[in-house]
């Protein structure tokens, strides 16, 4: 994959020692423990972290009002001197701020934002609206339990080189045994299903030509991954896809001791909701909710290949 066959992306220089990384809270209150030990993984890099002027502030479950998120991200946006916007935790409320979000700012002066989960919904708005290549990336809090040695240089690699990423299908991940065979090619899109079933309508960009990454966090049941696939179907929003990429599917693990389900399990309902599409399906990409995360960069070209079991991305930064 070349350079040249991804010109619609907006992507941000590498960033380089003595660089200045700032730490924002879109969404839910970290704690000060782990943006300490975010802060440290990046100063190990030869990076100069900082934080933003919000992110400890708290107000109900989210971090601050939301003028108050979207100052601290707009701020980072307008500033020369910040060259790369780091969530520090996900959580629920970045879906509040994201048609207040400076993409003018992004569109002069591209740099990467980085996170996942609830972070969905600020890659969706970036991508729709000035085209950024961002990162879908552990957030800034460094233990070997979250964000282990071979995680933390997953991130590095995806913000200081230029390398493309490809990540291998795992066998034992929920969503493994979910394949239509095939290669196909386009940008990558996507990140956590919620988030992007809440966008159906308002800020989900055209998924036409793209390969769709999907993951999902813990907490709800096959109903609710039914609901969400249904929507997107139903709402036309599928509409052009050319792959899906299934990453990590977490806390199904019991339904297959529940009676009600009739024997089915995150797999049937994946399958049952993706082949339809008719286009190829690669399930098992250790991505998404579970420890060790790796950076996946969004809104470049990529390409799923069943028989390899490979997902290849280019590089979000040049």
Not at 158 to 177: N, Q, W
Not at 210 to 233: K, N, P, S, Y
Not at 253 to 275: C, F, M, N, Q, Y
Request: hydrophobic share 40%.
């Amino acid at each position: 994959m070349d350079d040249h066959q991804n010109p619609l992306s907006l992507r941000a220089p590498r960033l380089r020692p003595g660089d200045q990384v700032r730490i924002v809270a879109p969404a839910c209150p970290p704690g000060r423990e782990e943006v300490d030990r975010g802060v440290q993984l990046l100063t190990s890099w030869g990076l100069r972290a900082e934080l933003g002027e919000h992110v400890f502030d708290q107000w109900g479950y989210m971090a601050g009002r939301d003028e108050d998120r979207v100052f601290d991200l707009n701020a980072a946006f307008r500033d020369p001197a910040v060259r790369a916007v780091i969530a520090a935790r996900g959580g629920k409320g970045a879906y509040r701020i994201v048609d207040d979000l400076d993409t003018d700012a992004l569109r002069r002066d591209p740099k990467p934002v980085v996170g996942f989960s609830d972070i969905t919904h600020l890659h969706l708005a970036l991508w729709s609206r000035c085209r950024l290549a961002s990162l879908h990336g552990p957030f800034v809090k460094r233990d070997d339990t979250y964000t282990g040695p071979a995680s933390a240089e997953s991130l590095r690699r995806a913000l200081m080189t230029t390398g493309p990423v490809t990540l291998h299908r795992d066998p034992s991940e929920a969503t493994a045994d979910v394949t239509v065979e095939g290669t196909a090619t386009g940008v990558l899109i996507g990140g956590n299903l919620d988030a992007i079933r809440t966008e159906t309508g308002a800020g989900l960009p055209s998924l036409r030509g793209a390969i769709l990454f999907l993951e999902h966090q813990r907490g709800t049941g096959l109903g609710e991954v039914d609901r969400a696939l249904t929507q997107l179907t139903r709402s036309r929003a599928l509409d052009g896809v050319r792959g899906v990429a299934l990453g990590q599917f977490l806390g199904f693990e019991s339904d297959a001791d529940d009676p009600t389900l009739g024997g089915w399990g995150i797999h049937d309902v994946l399958r049952d909701r993706l082949a339809p599409l008719g286009v190829p399906v690669l399930g098992g990409l250790p991505a998404g909710h579970g420890n060790n995360p790796p950076t996946i960069p969004l809104g470049v070209q990529a390409t799923i290949d069943t028989a390899t079991g490979t997902l290849t991305v280019l590089s979000a930064v040049v």
